[in-house]
């Protein structure tokens, strides 16, 4: 894969940085390291807190124990008279890109852009296998948990219930942040759970994932605290009519651009237009949020193997938000849901 990276830009070898990639590359996922690609072979340096680990996580790999990354990199590169070097530049903070260029001033330095991240939109089945244990463990431990909810729940409590939760089904840790938003403060998209109480008559966003053997689920249910005023009934169907209107949609070959432009002028045609500002969904795998990015300037068209969200929200100010997020594998025949939370039913009375 990134060979063919090399070869296409006519590269001697690759330095990555960004640690979702190098795990995708080498099952390495320790805090620090440094994955150099050459023609004939891959070196990953690290120092000696993860050179046992970084042995025992690879296979056919050359684990090299740094203790001054500059000077491991330059006598790598001088031992395999490696001149033209792309790097992933997204991931390469100026500061070490500065370094590089001083300590290795002979060498081309080329920015590989997002060609990584595109490798790693299409998904094979053990990944997608390992995603879906991410979904089943996440909705499990959501199902337990909605049966302890109920008003007077801080947000926090909520939040750190369904943590543990995901953990005691088997999950490596949640995939982000959970998300535990109620009443006024579910118009604010990504919320950080307080210690506010959960109250009849709010909507509650709860915006969760599990991640398994280093791959993220993320899915969003929003629940009623028994019954809710008639704007929030009318922006909960809306929100879930363009969901269901978008996983009509959604198939292979359909511009990505396109559909995020579809399930936008649902929501604006009922009126709620400028309450949705961000995008239809995106991409998952060993980052929650990959390629392809589904907004207004997303490129290029599903294709087979992708994993995808979709989540349309609505959010108003001083009153509250509804987010219901489903995620979706692209299939040759049609798309296959992944998720199974019922999301109209989720009403605590």
Request: charge should be negative.
């Amino acid at each position: 894969m990134v060979l063919n990276i090399i070869e296409d830009m006519d590269l001697d070898a690759c330095v990555l940085r960004g640690m979702e990639n190098i795990f995708y590359l080498t099952g390495y996922r320790g805090s620090e390291g440094t994955l150099v690609v050459t023609r004939k072979g891959l070196f990953l340096l690290t120092d000696f807190r993860y050179i046992t680990y970084a042995r025992e996580a690879t296979q056919g790999i050359q684990v090299v124990e740094t203790k001054l990354l500059k000077q491991s990199l330059l006598e790598l590169c001088r031992k395999h008279e490696i001149k033209k070097m792309g790097f992933d530049s997204f991931h390469t903070t100026f500061n070490i890109y500065q370094i590089w260029k001083d300590t290795l001033q002979d060498i081309l330095f080329v920015p590989l852009g997002n060609r990584i991240e595109e490798i790693r939109k299409c998904k094979d089945p053990e990944e997608i296998e390992s995603i879906m244990q991410a979904v089943r463990i996440a909705t499990g431990a959501f199902s337990e948990v909605l049966q302890r909810l109920h008003p007077g729940k801080t947000e926090k409590e909520v939040a750190n219930d369904l943590d543990f939760t995901m953990r005691r089904f088997g999950a490596d840790c949640p995939s982000f942040n959970t998300i535990v938003a109620s009443g006024p403060r579910a118009a604010l998209p990504h919320a950080e759970p307080t210690d506010k109480p959960i109250m009849g008559g709010e909507t509650v966003i709860i915006d969760f994932g599990a991640q398994v053997n280093g791959y993220c689920s993320d899915e969003t249910c929003t629940i009623s605290i028994g019954k809710t005023n008639n704007k929030l009934e009318e922006v909960f169907s809306v929100v879930n009519n363009a969901r269901i209107f978008a996983l009509a949609n959604i198939k292979v070959g359909l511009s990505i651009r396109e559909l995020d432009g579809m399930v936008r002028g649902f929501i604006k045609d009922a009126g709620y237009g400028d309450f949705f500002g961000h995008g239809t969904g995106h991409g998952v795998g060993i980052a929650v949020h990959e390629a392809p990015a589904i907004n207004s300037g997303g490129e290029g068209v599903f294709e087979e193997n992708m994993v995808v969200t979709i989540e349309p929200g609505i959010y108003i100010p001083e009153l509250g938000g509804v987010r219901l997020e489903d995620m979706v594998l692209l299939t040759a025949r049609e798309p296959q849901i992944m998720t199974k939370i019922r999301k109209d039913t989720l009403t605590i009375r």
